[in-house]
């Protein structure tokens, strides 16, 4: 007979919870419309006309940051791409294998990637990664199988894909072929890797610094790699030397410029003839933390009509 009752009472019970659960309801949604949002990310940098213009960055001792401390008058970036210097392929005694290797400053650029790499990207600018011998006998161009050199290919991928990089630059110096055991370069081994790594990754950037055995080792077996490029760079500084590969003349720089020991009045002359000749690249090198915006305009001033102004 007490049936009707408890009926009753959770009936009411319920309407007391469903009342509660709306005003919790609309206390928390009121609550989140208060909160403030998050600020969105700052807006690239105007896109401008002309050649693209390099950085190498020795994170040694500069921060990659300062790639982004240069605009031109329209507010655009004087440079587009930065290069992080540099990753090195090590060689595994045991495992008899190469590996890619981070030192401590590369590491922690990698590491601090929402810091360092994020807002150069958020203005526009491409971060690379360059990757260097190590005087450990691994080398781009020793690879004994195709297999090893697919196994490196998808390290270097799996670096770009896990820091949110736009790509991997090869710079075959200081490998010393031969050391610990290992082979003497070969004509496969750098267009394997090279295959490989276009394969992983489609829209990267893969750029070459010409020089050493994998520079002048581009074709086997009836495969050219040349045109997995997006980019090759003449890699003596101060001097103008048109990289040597099947490339269009908007993917290749022979200008070289190290910021702060190449003249400026070279600086310029070759940022004219890169003009003029109607290359499409500009590299420079060794961007340090000073002001270098007289440096920067010197090259600035031929390709984009503009001097670059310097934001610390």
């Given at each position: 007979m007490f049936t009707p009752v408890r009926r009753r009472m959770r009936t009411a019970a319920l309407a007391l919870l469903?009342?509660?659960?709306?005003a919790f309801g609309a206390t928390a949604t009121a609550g989140a419309a208060a909160a403030p949002a998050p600020a969105p990310a700052p807006a690239p940098a105007p896109a401008k006309?002309?050649?693209?213009?390099?950085?190498?960055?020795?994170?040694?001792?500069?921060?990659?940051l300062n790639v982004g401390k240069y605009?031109?008058?329209?507010?655009?970036?004087?440079?587009?791409?930065?290069?992080?210097?540099?990753?090195?392929?090590?060689?595994?005694?045991?495992?008899?294998?190469?590996?890619?290797?981070?030192?401590?400053?590369?590491?922690?650029?990698?590491d601090n990637a929402a810091a360092e790499i994020r807002p150069l990207q958020q203005k526009g600018i491409k971060v690379v990664l360059s990757v260097l011998g190590n005087h450990q006998g691994a080398g781009f161009a020793n690879f004994p199988t195709?297999?090893?050199?697919?196994?490196?290919?998808?390290?270097?991928?799996?670096?770009?894909?896990?820091?949110?990089?736009?790509?991997?630059d090869f710079d075959d110096e200081y490998a010393e072929y031969g050391a610990n055991g290992t082979g003497q370069p070969n004509d496969s081994s750098f267009v394997h890797l090279v295959t490989a790594l276009r394969a992983n990754m489609p829209d990267k950037i893969i750029s070459l610094y010409n020089i050493g055995p994998a520079a002048s080792r581009l074709s086997y077996g009836g495969v050219d790699v040349s045109s997995a490029f997006d980019y090759a760079w003449n890699?003596?500084?101060?001097?103008?030397?048109?990289?040597?590969?099947?490339?269009?003349k908007s993917k290749l720089s022979p200008a070289a410029?190290?910021?702060?020991?190449?003249?400026?009045?070279?600086?310029?002359?070759?940022?004219?003839?890169t003009v003029s000749e109607g290359y499409g690249v500009y590299l420079t090198?060794?961007?340090d933390g000073a002001d270098r915006s007289a440096d920067v305009s010197a090259f600035t001033r031929e390709l984009y009509g503009s001097d670059a102004e310097y934001t610390p």
């Open positions: 469903a009342v509660a659960a709306l006309q002309g050649p693209t213009s390099v950085a190498y960055v020795e994170v040694n001792n500069n921060s990659i605009t031109l008058a329209d507010g655009s970036n004087a440079f587009d791409v930065a290069v992080i210097f540099a990753a090195n392929i090590n060689y595994d005694t045991g495992t008899k294998a190469a590996y890619l290797s981070f030192n401590e400053n590369v590491q922690r650029v990698l195709e297999q090893a050199a697919s196994a490196f290919a998808n390290q270097l991928s799996d670096t770009v894909a896990e820091y949110g990089l736009d790509g991997i890699p003596y500084y101060g001097t103008w030397q048109v990289p040597g590969m099947a490339l269009p410029v190290e910021i702060g020991r190449t003249s400026q009045s070279t600086a310029a002359d070759f940022a004219r003839r090198y060794n961007l």
